[in-house]
């Protein structure tokens, strides 16, 4: 990661993981009690600003690790005036084990992952047992994990890791409609994948309780 970019003409809507001094105070970073909703990899911020705007009874974080990605999403939520959602930029891995406080997360959703395509590169994949360990832990008791991706392949990953831990129920995925217009997407990685014709796996779970063995 680069050195820290600067944070002060995008305050309150952007910071970086140095600027905090321990385990983030969700009423503090947006001053109520609403439930928690963590983008991963948020990148320019199109989920982020649509989610903050249509849902306007959560909090949300994107957490990006490109800083120019992410002031770019934080300065979309300026513009807007969205008091509901901030971007932190840092490593999410850092931050969930970190930053974001146990058991306060209602859903992750972690859209487009980075697929490293090359075999040599894949170890730098978000989605790993420890990844998801760091994710459960976030979440409330029946919090919920959405990933998805056009990639096939990193899909069978992420579902064989979500499917066999004892801690995640799966639920149905959303249904996916035609878009009504250029914008009708999640994110703009799900626009170019559509608009490209691929298909999109969607995958939603649900934090269990594990049963004391
Ligand atoms: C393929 S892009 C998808 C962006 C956005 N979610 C979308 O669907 O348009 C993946 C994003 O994840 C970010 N990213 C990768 N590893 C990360 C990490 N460890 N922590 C935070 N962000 C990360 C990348 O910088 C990039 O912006």
Not at 34 to 45: A, E, F, N, T
Not at 106 to 134: C, G, M, N, Q, S
């Amino acid at each position: 990661m680069p050195g820290s970019p600067p944070t002060n003409d995008l305050k309150p809507y952007f910071c970086v993981l140095n600027d905090l001094d321990g385990s983030i105070l969700w009423s503090r970073m947006f001053g109520n009690d609403h439930p928690v909703v963590l983008d991963i990899g948020c990148g320019r911020g199109m989920f982020l600003v649509k989610h903050a705007e249509d849902h306007p009874e959560l909090n949300i974080l994107g957490i990006e690790i490109d800083y120019r990605e992410g002031r770019h999403g934080a300065a979309r939520l300026q513009r807007r005036h969205l008091n509901n959602a901030r971007v932190l930029g840092g490593d999410a891995r850092i931050a969930l084990e970190k930053y974001v406080p146990p058991r306060s997360v209602h859903e992750a959703y972690i859209l487009f992952p980075d697929p490293w395509w090359k075999r040599r590169h894949r170890r730098r994949r978000l989605f790993t047992d420890v990844f998801v360990h760091h994710v459960r832990e976030v979440l409330r008791p029946d919090g919920v994990l959405n990933a998805w991706t056009d990639v096939e392949e990193y899909f069978e990953v992420i579902a064989a890791l979500m499917n066999h831990h004892p801690g995640f129920i799966a639920l149905e995925p959303p249904e996916e409609k035609p878009a009504a217009h250029d914008l009708d997407y999640h994110t703009s990685f799900e626009r170019k994948r559509r608009q490209a014709g691929e298909t999109i796996y969607r995958g939603r779970w649900k934090k269990k309780n594990i049963e004391p063995s």
